[in-house]
């Protein structure tokens, strides 16, 4: 479902948009469970699953390597067509019921659109 290589396309953090010029040094790669985020110097390794049957469908990330090792990250997802959705509440925090940062709901948006192989 979300295997491959991802770019970012959009994003907010803390209710801030992410910079046009920042967004294509972005890149996630997903196999299987496994995730790597990777943008100029920093690299996130980790785990995720995935329950679609709730809805919003949600996601729960476990870093294994970067600045959220050992610290879950709960989510929320949505697939269209060829664009990935993933919205995090900051570590500790209730998982967000929205796709926004908003007003504190979340502290990561990301829209990741997938490159073509």
């Given at each position: 479902m979300l295997?491959?290589?991802?770019?970012?396309v959009s994003g907010e953090q803390d209710g801030q948009p992410i910079s046009a010029d920042v967004l294509p040094k972005y890149q996630l790669e997903i196999v299987g469970d496994q995730h790597t985020v990777?943008?100029?110097?920093e690299v996130l390794k980790g785990k995720h699953e995935l329950d679609a049957k709730q809805s919003p469908m949600q996601i729960d990330s476990?870093?294994?390597?970067?600045?959220?090792?050992?610290?879950?990250l709960e989510g929320i997802f949505?697939?269209?067509?060829?664009?990935?959705?993933?919205?995090?509440a900051s570590p500790g925090q209730d998982r967000p019921t929205d796709f926004t940062t908003q007003g504190g709901k979340a502290a990561i948006l990301h829209v990741w659109k997938k490159q073509e192989e």
């Open positions: 295997e491959g290589t991802w770019e970012l990777r943008w100029e110097d476990s870093d294994t390597f970067g600045r959220f090792e050992g610290e879950p949505k697939l269209e067509d060829d664009l990935f959705t993933v919205c995090f």
